[in-house]
């Protein structure tokens, strides 16, 4: 087996998903476990991957090892695999706030270990990967799991001091935008616009607006001066959401969720 998922909820389902389509890994060579049986029974019915309720199988038979639980349970899954963990392997792990000095402690020995902060968008290809390597990766299997994680979005190497701050503006973000949308959407339904088009029209025009800061290279204010027509609707709108806090608000809100990564 190449890959080894231990968790196999909808973050490692994601990823599994954009390595499988991208054709780098084939489904026999991952192996995923889970301690729900209906967990294991839906990534194996989903993918057709290997699946196992004992951490220990996975640990053994990866060459990439993804840690996908959540935060409090890293100590005692690192506890069960860490004498099954071999230096040759590379543990990838996905958790807020768990660093890499923290992660070399529990393991007790060497061991090569990339610390990753991946989102939600992953599910659709379009996901945002920030990527922290420790001291044993070398350059080649660090190109080599950067390829991996480009199957499902885009990645960038980050310096570790800065992963709560991919936390907020990245790994939670998505759940701020999605309130944004639903919120744009619920407007729209007050103006008379069934639901589900309104769902359509808030939806894209979060989508294009993305696209165009990603594509132009041109500051988000600058797009936003672009729409925003003398005496027009868009400038008094834009005045109100500055009136009611909206930037401030964004921007405490993040820091709050900086502030619960850094200190889990």
């Known amino acids: 087996m190449k890959l080894g998922f231990i968790g196999t909820g909808n973050m490692a389902g994601a990823i599994i998903g954009g390595i499988i389509r991208a054709g780098l890994v084939s489904p026999e060579e991952i192996i995923g476990s889970d301690v729900s ?6 990534v194996r019915e989903t993918y057709g991957i290997h699946v196992t309720a004992e951490n220990q199988e ?3 038979q990866a060459e990439l090892l993804f840690l996908s639980v959540k935060p409090q349970f890293y100590a005692d899954v690192i506890a069960q695999i860490r004498e099954s963990v071999k230096e040759e392997q590379i543990v990838i792990t996905i958790a807020p706030g768990k660093t890499v000095a923290w992660l ?7 061991i090569k270990i990339i610390r990753t902060m991946p989102n939600t968008p992953a599910m659709t290809g379009e996901g945002m990967t920030a990527v922290c390597p420790n001291s044993y990766v070398q350059d080649l299997e660090l190109s080599y799991v950067l390829r991996i994680l480009n199957t499902f979005g885009k990645t960038e190497v980050v310096a570790e001091h800065l ?3 991919v936390v907020s503006v990245s790994g939670s973000s998505p759940a701020y935008v999605f309130l944004m949308i639903e919120a744009m959407a619920d407007a729209a339904v007050a ?7 309104a769902y359509r029209f808030a ?7 993305a696209k165009m800061v ?5 500051h988000p204010g600058e797009l936003k001066d672009m729409v925003c027509s003398p005496a027009g609707t868009t400038i008094e709108a834009v005045r109100v959401l500055e009136e009611k806090g909206f930037r401030s608000a964004l921007m405490e809100a993040m820091k709050v969720c900086a502030g619960v990564s850094r200190n889990l």
Do not use: H, I, N
Request: proline share 5%; glycine share 10%; net charge neutral.
């Open 37 to 42: 049986e209906a967990g294991r029974r839906k």
């Open 58 to 60: 996975v640990a053994e």
């Open 104 to 110: 070399e402690e529990q393991f007790k020995k060497p």
């Open 163 to 165: 992963m709560d701050a």
């Open 191 to 197: 103006e008379g616009m069934p639901r589900q088009q």
């Open 203 to 209: 939806a894209q025009a979060v989508y294009g607006s």
């Open 214 to 218: 990603l594509e132009t290279g041109k």
